[in-house]
């Protein structure tokens, strides 16, 4: 009887042991270790739009000073926040996670405004040596509930790193 119970709480400090050894590699080691060998562009800072173009698929909107996105970068993983001025003078802010691959970021929007659902999707391609950011966001228009897109082109704001 008495292996059985010895068995058992073995096993269970084993699994325990495991998933602690499987956290911290996760959230510490494997992070540390792609920073640490990662030799790509570093797009960690603020990056901002003089001026973008909105449509619905019916109309085309000009929209001055519309958006400021900031982001942190850990090696390929990026995360942040996305500021939108709307045609109507509405603020949105995002959060958005994503990748940077091969010139390429790929960012995933969620509103933060409760009550206000709206997702989006980004693509932007690095430019101009790494000072540019140009590409198009696919989001759910709010006003009229369909996919609406935006033409972006961000840049790197020296003021704010």
């Known amino acids: 009887m008495s292996e059985i119970v010895t068995g058992i709480v073995t096993g269970i400090l084993t699994t325990a042991i495991l998933f602690l050894l499987k956290v911290l590699w996760d959230k510490h080691f494997k992070p540390e270790f792609q920073r640490v060998v990662y030799r790509g562009a570093d797009l960690t800072g603020s990056w901002i739009s003089e001026q973008a173009k909105a449509t619905d698929g019916t109309s085309e909107i000009i929209i001055e000073k519309p958006a400021v996105l900031s982001i ?85 704001d020296k003021n704010k790193p």
């Open 72 to 156: 942190n970068q850990s090696a390929h993983s990026v995360k942040g926040f996305l500021h939108i001025n709307t045609p109507n003078k509405e603020l949105v802010i995002y959060e958005v996670t994503g990748e940077y691959s091969d010139g390429y970021l790929q960012l995933l929007c969620k509103s933060k405004k409760r009550g206000f659902n709206s997702y989006g999707s980004i693509l932007l391609k690095v430019v101009a040596s790494g000072q540019m950011l140009h590409g198009i966001m696919a989001f759910r228009s709010s006003t009229k509930d369909e996919v609406a897109q935006l033409t972006l082109a961000l840049h790197y």
